[in-house]
């Protein structure tokens, strides 16, 4: 199964900041069928970004993917208060479908 | 509007089956593979396994496969996720997730039940 590894595990940072949050595959990801999620306490998933840079409905400009092959980015160019939360990668271009193991955005 | 609305809070003792639901409207029952996802207190996600709610065909992940079954009832349009002698180590918050795109295994999971917390203990 390929394996997902995000870095940091956690980033400090301010609103109004840039977050960059790193998303690494074992293997080459098909398709590049690689999403990213944000999660708040309490609730479930929310999808932000699918097929690597697509951005999911409703989601602002301000979130941006980028990558290819094994190396994929989450890009939140202005970080606004709801914006820090836990962000999870996910691959379903080969079964099983694998999440990483998450970065947390906080405020710092 | 698509919804996927699952059951309440589940309480079982170690080896008691549990079997928790999610029904779907808002869309066609049919033709979108129906996936359960864990998430153990404080940690990430895991897929578990899907289903194709047309024929009952099932997927499941090695971790989960020969413990859990995963079933569609067309007429209800409900999705169901059992627990063959759950442990300690089940206990969790399990979502369904609907994927974008119809009538495709590999699709990004758009839509998500609000979850159902299932606690294993003695």
């Known amino acids: 199964e390929i394996v997902l590894t995000q870095s940091p595990g956690t980033l400090s940072l301010s609103p109004g900041e840039r977050a960059t949050l790193s998303c690494r595959a074992s293997q080459s990801v098909s398709s590049n069928y690689l999403s990213w999620y944000q999660q708040k306490p309490g609730q479930a998933p929310r999808l932000l970004i699918y097929?690597?840079?697509r951005r999911a409905t409703g989601i602002p400009d301000r979130v941006s993917g980028g990558g290819s092959g094994t190396d994929f980015t989450l890009t939140i160019s202005r970080l606004e208060p709801e914006d820090f939360a836990v962000y999870y990668c996910q691959q379903y271009g080969s079964t099983p479908s694998t999440f990483g193991q998450g970065t947390k955005l906080e405020i710092k | 509007e698509v919804q996927l609305v699952q059951s309440g809070t589940e309480v079982k003792t170690p080896g008691a089956t549990v079997r928790i639901s999610c029904k779907v409207s808002g869309y066609s029952f049919t033709d979108y593979y129906m996936n359960w996802v864990q998430q153990a207190p404080g940690k990430g996600l895991q897929w578990m396994g899907l289903v194709d709610p047309d024929d009952g065909v099932t997927i499941y992940a090695d971790k989960f496969r020969g413990r859990i079954s995963i079933t569609a009832d067309k007429s209800t349009q409900t999705i169901y996720l059992e627990l063959t002698s759950p442990r300690s180590e089940d206990t969790a918050v399990y979502y369904c997730?609907?994927?974008?795109?119809?009538?495709?295994?590999?699709?990004?999971?758009?839509?998500w039940g609000q979850g159902t917390l299932v606690i294993v203990s003695s």
């Open positions: 097929g690597a840079s």
């Open positions: 997730a609907a994927p974008m795109e119809p009538l495709v295994r590999g699709s990004a999971f758009q839509h």
